[in-house]
């Protein structure tokens, strides 16, 4: 092979190369959102069946409201609607207490904790993405026991799931056919797990009726929705304004 025949098949294996780096992106993001949409299926069903076991939903965790343990979301910041596990939430032995959808692994409902992560997941600012490898240190530690260090060097606090879990103040099902209860991580424009060029592209959400709907109506996607969109901070966007989060909820379709 010369030189000259040599120079022209990097050329078009670099052309090949970049027309198909876009279309393998693509397909990752839609093997992502069909994950993601079989977890939040699986979590719907063990919402189920704790609610035939107990005869009530897992209670939302209100960090700052007059009782931790609550079905009013009066004073709920929905960040804390994704939190599992507190460290100021122990038992008497010292053991992180379970907190919203950890419920359905202490009830068995839900066997795997792994399914309450999306793999689509961005980086969360000085987080790793929130991923069960991240609260389980790659799989050495029991998932519930153990808190990592984040990237900034300090210990969390917290452990989370990626999906928010939220109950419009009910404790039943059946009072919640047409909201969405479970939903992809919107706290802020840059949290959200399925984007394309650069911006977001839709939430999978889980209403409780028991199905799953890609979200991606272009009204769910206003700046205003989002405290300025991309140029909000983190602690600027829908999870941190109880307003925000209800609006962009009003907007998901049953």
């Known amino acids: 092979m010369t030189l000259v025949e040599l120079l022209v098949t990097m050329g078009i294996l670099s052309l090949l190369t970049g027309l198909l780096m876009p279309a393998l992106g693509r397909v990752r993001q839609v093997a992502y959102r069909i994950e993601c949409g079989a977890n939040l299926r699986s979590i719907g069903l063990a919402l189920h069946g704790y609610e035939q076991d107990l005869d009530r939903l897992p209670p939302q965790y209100d960090r700052w409201g007059p009782v931790a343990q609550t079905y009013d979301n009066q004073y709920l910041e929905p960040w804390i609607s994704y939190v599992a596990f507190h460290q100021d939430e122990q038992d008497e032995e010292g053991r992180m207490l379970p907190l919203q959808l950890a419920y359905l ?3 068995h409902t839900l066997a795997d904790p792994e399914v309450l992560y999306c793999p689509g997941q961005p980086l969360s600012g000085d987080h790793a993405p929130f991923t069960y490898a991240y609260y389980t240190d790659q799989g050495n530690q029991t998932w519930g026991e153990f808190l990592p260090i984040k990237a900034n060097g300090q210990a969390d606090d917290k452990i989370r799931s990626s999906y928010h879990y939220w109950l419009h103040d009910r404790r039943r099902l059946s009072r919640l056919s047409r909201q969405p209860v479970l939903l992809d991580n919107i ?11 650069g911006r977001p592209r839709g939430v999978n959400a889980w209403f409780g009726d028991g199905h799953v709907a890609f ?9 205003d929705l989002w405290n300025g969109g991309a140029q909000a901070g983190p602690w600027d966007g829908p999870g941190n304004d109880p307003n925000l989060f209800m609006a962009l909820l009003d907007q998901m379709s049953p």
Request: charged content about 15%; aromatic content about 8%.
């Open 105 to 107: 692994i202490e009830q």
């Open 215 to 223: 979200q991606s109506q272009d009204a769910l996607f206003e700046p």
């Open 187 to 197: 706290q802020h424009w840059n949290s959200v797990a399925h984007h394309a060029r």
